[in-house]
């Protein structure tokens, strides 16, 4: 038996270690923390091979990607030839078909591009200036690393907030907004829901990890009261909302619904 094989010879005799899966698939899970690091470090010849073998890699599992979410359906299609028809092709139907993409991975995907349909496709960009404000802090006022944000944030349901000592960002109790008036394109009627979370602000993901609202945001809103239903007949409970409005300014959030 080749030398090297022992760690195959004791799992043959006593089996794996009680936690070996586990800690395989936290190792997988950071497999891609590691490859990240690895990429922004390395230099050279080695890092043009590393590119070359990622993108060959990403082409691969687009491919892949593109053959599972694409499926085939058959569809009886009822063609009327002239003349009879004979007893032998009475009871065959013609069948067509069709390739069809469902609705639902074809959300998933918009959500992992970050691509919608939106009302506001094009928003004004902002200075960092408009949007903090510079707190000076320290015995004597002289440090300036705080930040005050100026404009519309959600901070969700159990936000505490840092000791003073350690928090940059401050963000004003009078600035925060649990709830939003969100139009619904189809039914032309306005509702006010609960917001579940901030998606994406365009200026930057920055003010995404704040939860920053401005004009052009997308917002996750509570609709399970609306009584939408997906195909499957299962409640929705969050929908994505455009934001289009400058909520500091008109002291509410005024959305429409990305359906």
């Known amino acids: 038996m080749p030398q090297g094989d022992y760690i ?4 043959k005799r006593h089996g794996y270690r009680l936690d070996h899966f586990e800690r395989l ?15 922004k470090k390395v230099s050279g010849i080695r890092a043009k091979l590393f590119h ?5 890699e990403k082409a691969a599992m687009k491919k892949t990607l593109s053959v599972h979410q694409e499926k ?5 299609v009822n063609k009327e030839k002239p003349g009879a028809v004979p007893p032998y ?7 067509e078909r069709a390739k069809v993409l469902s609705n639902m991975i074809k959300q998933k995907r918009k959500e992992k591009a970050g691509k919608w349909q939106v009302p506001l496709p094009k928003v004004r960009p902002m200075a960092e200036t408009e949007i903090f404000k510079v707190l000076k802090s320290g015995k004597r006022q002289h440090k300036s690393w705080k930040r005050m944000v100026t404009k519309a944030t959600f901070v969700g349901e159990g936000f505490t907030r840092k000791p003073p000592k350690y928090e940059r960002f401050v963000r004003p109790m009078a600035l925060r907004f649990k709830k939003a008036h969100v139009t619904h394109p189809e039914l032309k009627s306005t509702f006010c829901l609960p917001i579940l979370g901030v998606k994406k ?19 996750e809103v509570n609709v399970s009261e609306l009584g939408l239903v997906t ?6 409970w969050g929908k994505y909302a455009q934001v289009t409005n400058n909520p500091e300014n008109d002291g509410c959030i005024n959305a429409v619904l990305l359906v």
């Not at 195959?8 to 799992?11: G, M, N, Q, V, Y």
């Not at 195909?231 to 929705?236: A, D, E, L, M, R």
């Open 25 to 39: 698939r936290k190792r997988q899970a950071r497999s891609g923390k590691r490859q990240a690091h690895f990429a």
């Open 231 to 236: 195909p499957t007949g299962k409640v929705v």
């Open 72 to 76: 085939v359906t058959k569809q009886a």
């Open 201 to 219: 602000n365009p200026q930057s993901p920055l003010y995404t990890q704040l939860g920053v609202i401005t004009k052009g945001t997308i917002i």
């Open 89 to 95: 092709l009475m009871d065959r139907k013609g069948v």
């Open 8 to 11: 195959d010879l004791w799992r």
């Open 52 to 56: 070359q073998k990622r993108f060959r």
